[in-house]
Every structure is written in C-alpha cells, then in structure tokens.
C-alpha cells in the first residue's frame, strides 16, 4: 500500500459523532431566520476574482494574502469564496432583489468559506460561516435586529458567556476627515511600519489600526481616534443603534478601536465575543457591520445594507468551552433483537413498521449473539429494546423494555409503534 493521502492542512472531516450537533445549530439558524423573516440564499462557492476585490477591498489581509485563486481551464481567474457578503450583494444586483417591492430584502446563507490562513483552533482554511444581510434599508432599528439575531442565536443554544462590542466607523465624510488625520499622524514615520502598513498609508490608512504586526508600535496608541471624527450625523445614527440594542435588552460595550477587518464598513460595526474560559487568544464568535455604499460599487443603485457572518467552527468551541452539550437529537429509539435467525424477518418487520411511524429503530445485521447485541443497544443509547425469540414468535408478542428505568411491559407485534407513540405522548 503506498502513503495514505491525509485531508489538506487547514480542513477536516466532521465524523459521524460530531454531526448531530452540525444539524441542531443548521435546525436553529433555519427557525431563527424563520422568526425573523431572513429568506435563504445559495451562492456559487467560487467567483470571479474580481468580485472580491472590489467588494471586500484591495488591502484586506483576505485579498492580499488569503484567497484560494486559480485559473480555470478557460483562462479565467477565479476565487474560492473567502466570505460570503459580496457574492450575496453581487446576487441581489444581478438579479435585480432592489426592484423588489418590500425593502429591506432580508438574507441568510450557510455554508463553506476559504482563506489561507495559518491553521489553528478555531482558525481553519476550510470553515463554514452562517451570515445574514439585510440589504434596502439604513433604519438603525434593523442594525440593532441583525444583532440581536446573531446574539438570540448563541443564547438559544445555552452560551451566556457573550459580550457584545460595538463602534461606529462613521459616512464617508466622517472616514474622509479620520483619514485625513490618519494620514497626518503615520506618514513621518511610516518607514518603521511593515510593508504592508506602508502600502496602507496611501489606500486604506484605517487598516493600519487593524494591522497584526506593528500592534505594539507607540504610534498605534496615540493614533487619531474615529470617535473624534464623527459628524453629527454619523453621531445621531450611533445613538439611535444604541437605543434600539437597549429596547431589546440586550448589553454591550463601546469600543472605539473596533474597525473590523473588511474595507466596506461604515456606520455600525460590532463583534460578539466569548468571555469563557479558556478560549485562547482568538475569541471573536461573529463580526459585521453596515456597509451602506457596496451595492452601489458593485454596480446596484443606492441600496445600504448591513450583516455579520460568524463561523459554526467558532460556535462549537465557545459550546465546548462553556460545557454545553448539544446533538443527542440523532439518539437511537428502538433497537430490536432477534434471538436466532428464525426470529430475524419479524425483527425485520418491526423495524420497518416503527420508521414508518416516525420513530427510528435498529437492529443488528451481523449476526451477533444476544449479549453482543445488547451491549450495541446500550452503546447507541437505544430508549428501548425488543428482544424476538421463540417464544415471542409463538405468542406474537414481546416485552418492550424502557431502558432508563428497567421497567418492561407485554405488547403485540402490531401495536408496539402505537404503544411507544403513547407512552412519548405521556411524557410530553
Ligand atoms: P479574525 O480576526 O479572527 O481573522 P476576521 O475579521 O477575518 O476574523 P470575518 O472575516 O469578519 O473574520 O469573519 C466573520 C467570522 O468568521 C469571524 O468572527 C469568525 O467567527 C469566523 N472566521 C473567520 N475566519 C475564520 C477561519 N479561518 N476559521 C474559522 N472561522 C473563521
Ligand atoms: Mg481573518
């Protein structure tokens, strides 16, 4: 046998055992996004490259050094998509979603995103982001209800550790006068910054706040703060985010330095964090932002919007972290064993006949021995057991044994499905 091929550094496989949690946070996001009217879009996994560079920006980090891009066989340079905002607004141009008669148009996608980055927990190169975007409306009261759907989300799955972060980067004018000063404050001393704060300085000076190396720089400290920048427009608009985040009941904190990692923001920025313990150094859950400008750069008429995007990968540790059990909803319901061979096709029958009920059942198809089977039972967590021998089969009837508390009880094979589906009921 040659090398064993391995899945590629930065993805993983999720295993049999881990995907009933996958289901219950996808089952959550689909009923969340129900309550709350976000209607599901699917979007090409790749893109013309383009796309991203026009939509998330030229001097992000996921431009310049993270994006999965090839050429197809018909020369053309296409992207693995690193996120999933500027396929969303790319689609509601294309097919023209502004023209539709109720604005906002309100949108949530799942699925896998990819960036080369340096792989660990929480940080891989194949992850899976759940996003929303409400696009058609800059009333601050739909800002504060995409970030209540994202913290609604984490809660309804049994977090409390969480802290809301926001900032607002302020209208272009705002950016414009911060950037200005930006500019002022940086460029004599730009040549101690790395290369790539260098080429910030002329495209996009607010990155260098962003900027993951020269972090420690005294300069950074000292830097212009946007808060002191804002218009009072821009100022208006905060306030009333926040009024509308305290109508929901819902606390955070201010934090002027968050810029976010993306070139479209403005106005709102928020991240959700995790204080558990034990996190490590990345505890970002969810990020995002308004982005009132973007449509209309990627060619729409004036339409502002605003999402976040936030990673199932990221969701599970913080589960992890805060000891949350999660995904029991795929436990076994019946498992029914046949003593011999003869007993096998009535096993088989049973079986059948509770599935087509609703209620899920197993059996062995190995040819064990009763004890083996048993101990099968016992591992899948099996509420119930059948055992089918000889003597149920002259009888046409079995003992349905309750696994948690011991207790057995003689049914007919033809009403085992209806007795089980009576019991659920009682205990419900
Ligand atoms: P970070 O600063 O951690 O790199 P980011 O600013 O690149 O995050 P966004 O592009 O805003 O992140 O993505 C939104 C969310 O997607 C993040 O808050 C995080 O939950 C998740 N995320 C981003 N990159 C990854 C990754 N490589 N692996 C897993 N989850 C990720
Ligand atoms: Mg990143």
Known sequence: MGNNIQAPRGTYDVLPDQSAKWQEIEAKIIELCRLYQYKEIRTPIFEHTELFQRGVGDTT??????????????????????????????????????????QPVK????????????????????????????????????DAEVISLAMELYASLGLKRLRLVINSLGDTESRIAHKEALVAHFAPRINEFCNDC????????????????????????????????????????????KGYIEELGIDYVVDPNLVRGLDYYNHTAFEIM????????????????????????????????????????????ALQMEEVEIGSSDALGVYVIAMDESAKKQA?????????????????????????QM????????EYVIVIG????????????????????????????????????LEE
């Open 274 to 317: 995790s204080d558990a313990e034990g996190f490590g150094a990345i505890t970002t859950l969810c990020g995002g932002g308004r982005y009132n400008g973007l449509v209309e750069d990627l060619g729409g008429p004036e339409a502002p919007g605003i999402g976040f995007a936030m990673s199932i990968e990221r969701l599970l540790l």
């Open 61 to 102: 980090d996921i431009v310049t050094k993270e994006m999965y891009t090839f050429k197809d066989r018909g020369d053309r340079s296409l992207t693995l998509r690193p996120e999933g905002t500027a396929s969303v607004v790319r689609s509601f141009v294309e097919n023209k979603l502004f023209g539709l008669p109720d």
């Open 107 to 142: 949108l949530f996608y799942t699925g896998p995103m990819f960036r080369y980055e340096r792989p660990q927990a929480g940080r891989m190169r194949q992850f899976v982001q759940f996003g929303v975007e409400a696009i058609g409306s800059k009333d601050p009261a739909i």
């Open 198 to 241: 260098q080429t910030r300085l002329e495209k996009n000076p607010l990155r260098i706040l962003d900027c993951k190396v020269d972090r420690d720089h005294p300069l950074m400290a000292t830097a212009p703060s946007l808060a002191d920048y804002l218009n009072e427009e821009s100022q208006a608009y905060f306030t009333e985010v």
């Open 375 to 382: 101990k099968s039972a016992d591992r899948k967590g099996a």
């Open 348 to 372: 088989f029958r049973i079986v059948k006949d509770l599935r087509a009920n609703g209620i899920s059942a197993d059996m062995d198809y190995t040819g064990r021995k009763l004890k083996a």
């Open 390 to 425: 000889e003597t149920e089969l002259a009888n046409g009837k079995a003992a349905l044994k309750e696994m948690a508390t011991g207790g057995q009880q003689e049914v007919l094979f033809a009403d085992i499905a209806a007795e089980i589906k009576n019991k659920k009921s």
